[in-house]
């Protein structure tokens, strides 16, 4: 028997999806590098900024993401203001902006940068109306609201990667970046509510910080996205475009390095500037005695002789009248000095965070939240040590509501009273008319 194989095996059909896929591939492939001629760039950027020109999508859902974020700020829910982000339209203006600046063109600068500007001002104003609505209550807890008016390392961090991949994703791909867009207005529009919050409620500490912490992420996140652009060989190619990247890189550093302080840090380092001496946080639980003046009543007898008169009849007879009148008892005014502890005023002086929470009970539910310079008042000689942790028993004035709890002692700072401070002796006053 004899086996023969044919020479040659038919080449399988390829399917529709895999001639897409290779599509895509050669698509992004292309985009991997800035065309070098003026057409293949003029192209690509025109393709690019069709994309990211902003449409009405994006006010919408602006305006129904800041509703959220507005109401999760007024009630404090950490799962409103998660959904709130998930509703936010796409961080595509950012990516036209970073763009603009890449290839010098002014007016897709100015149009894209308008339409981020009006988004961003409906998530404020969103919040401007969550903060007013919080007046009619009484103290509320804005925790969400102080933490995210602040800023954090972490965020910066995530706010880098974000950018970076939104960059990334938006010029190799055609499909829409929603998680890192997500990342994006979690850094953006989170701290903005924040400070319309703050302006709305009245509540310091959150307002102006919120809109620095804003500012902050947004030069940050256009800082590498343009670097990230220059990466995937974006270039300016032309004088004015030079020159518009090179300004813009400018006010970008200024206002990162001015709004965090690493200017002063860096003159610091260089010999330029004395750094400020940090305060020695001091809780003392010293019992200040204060006199109190208690009038103590003691009845004594005292009798007066005021005079001995008498009468002499002219007709002989002899009557003597002696009169001998009784002052009622005075009473003895005594004044006594009472030990009793004075309350301490201290200062909020956190080292992270920008402040502190007041706490029902040490570790418990918070029930207020207070920032760096903020004023407590510390109720002495009672204090709990939990977990080699000094908790200090508070109150403080809140939205014109006295807030009573418990604080962690190293946040707060305090002039030592005068130690060995004794009462002298107890005067005794007496009335005598």
């Given at each position: 028997m004899n086996y023969s194989e044919p020479a040659s095996q038919p080449t399988p059909e390829q399917t529709e999806e895999f001639v897409s896929a290779r599509a895509r591939r050669?698509?992004?492939?292309?985009?991997?590098?800035?065309?070098?001629?003026?057409?293949?760039?003029?192209?690509?950027?025109?393709?690019?900024?069709?994309?990211?020109y902003p449409s009405y999508e994006l006010f919408v859902f602006a305006l129904v993401s800041g509703a959220i974020l507005g109401l999760g700020y007024f009630i404090n829910s950490q799962a409103l203001l998660i959904f709130g982000i998930l509703v936010a339209p796409l961080m595509t203006p950012w990516i036209g902006m970073s763009l603009a600046v890449v290839a010098g063109s002014a007016r897709f600068f100015f149009q894209t940068i308008t339409a981020l500007f009006v988004s961003s001002l409906?998530?404020?104003?969103?919040?401007?109306?969550?903060?007013?609505?919080?007046?009619?209550?009484g103290p509320l807890t804005f925790n969400e609201a102080f933490a995210?008016?602040?800023?954090?390392?972490?965020?910066?961090?995530?706010?880098?990667?974000?950018?970076?991949?939104?960059?990334?994703?938006?010029?190799?791909?055609?499909?829409?970046?929603?998680?890192?867009?997500?990342?994006?207005?979690?850094?953006?529009?989170?701290?903005?509510?924040a400070a319309g919050f703050g302006l709305g409620s009245g509540v310091s500490e959150i307002w102006p910080q919120g809109l620095y912490v804003f500012i902050v992420h947004l030069a940050w996140?256009?800082?590498?996205?343009?670097?990230?652009?220059?990466?995937?060989?974006?270039?300016?190619?032309?004088?004015?475009?030079?020159?518009?990247?090179?300004?813009?890189?400018?006010?970008?550093?200024?206002?990162?390095?001015?709004?965090?302080?690493?200017?002063?840090?860096?003159?610091?380092?260089?010999?330029?500037?004395?750094?400020?001496?940090?305060?020695?946080?001091?809780?003392?639980?010293?019992?200040?005695?204060?006199?109190?003046i208690t009038s103590s009543p003691r009845p004594e007898q005292a009798t007066a002789l005021i005079g001995v008169p008498t009468q002499t009849p002219t007709r002989g007879a002899t009557r003597t009248a002696t009169q001998t009148p009784t002052i009622p008892p005075t009473e003895t005014s005594t004044s006594t000095i009472t030990a009793e502890p004075t309350p301490i005023i201290a200062i909020i002086r956190a080292a992270e965070g920008g402040g502190?929470?007041?706490?029902?009970?040490?570790?418990?539910?918070?029930?207020?939240?207070?920032?760096?310079?903020?004023?407590?008042t510390i109720i002495p000689n009672d204090f709990q040590d939990v977990n080699n942790v000094i908790w200090v028993h508070v109150f403080a004035i809140v939205n014109d509501v006295r807030v009573e709890g418990w604080m962690i002692q190293s946040v707060l700072q305090t002039a030592t009273p005068v130690a060995n401070w004794q009462p002298s002796s107890t005067p005794f006053f007496t009335s005598t008319p």
């Open positions: 050669r698509r992004a492939q292309r985009r991997a590098y800035f065309p070098t001629d003026e057409e293949g760039r003029a192209a690509l950027f025109t393709h690019l900024a069709r994309r990211a409906l998530i404020f104003l969103s919040g401007i109306l969550a903060g007013f609505a919080s007046r009619t209550f995210h008016s602040r800023l954090w390392w972490p965020d910066l961090a995530v706010l880098t990667i974000g950018s970076i991949i939104l960059t990334i994703s938006f010029v190799r791909s055609e499909e829409r970046p929603y998680l890192p867009s997500a990342l994006l207005t979690y850094e953006f529009f989170l701290p903005f509510c996140a256009t800082f590498f996205g343009i670097i990230t652009l220059f990466f995937l060989r974006f270039y300016p190619t032309s004088a004015g475009g030079i020159a518009f990247t090179g300004l813009t890189f400018i006010v970008l550093i200024v206002l990162v390095t001015s709004l965090t302080g690493f200017n002063r840090w860096i003159m610091i380092q260089a010999g330029l500037a004395t750094p400020e001496p940090v305060p020695v946080a001091q809780a003392s639980f010293t019992p200040v005695l204060v006199s109190t502190a929470f007041i706490r029902e009970k040490p570790g418990g539910i918070v029930v207020a939240t207070l920032g760096n310079g903020s004023t407590v």
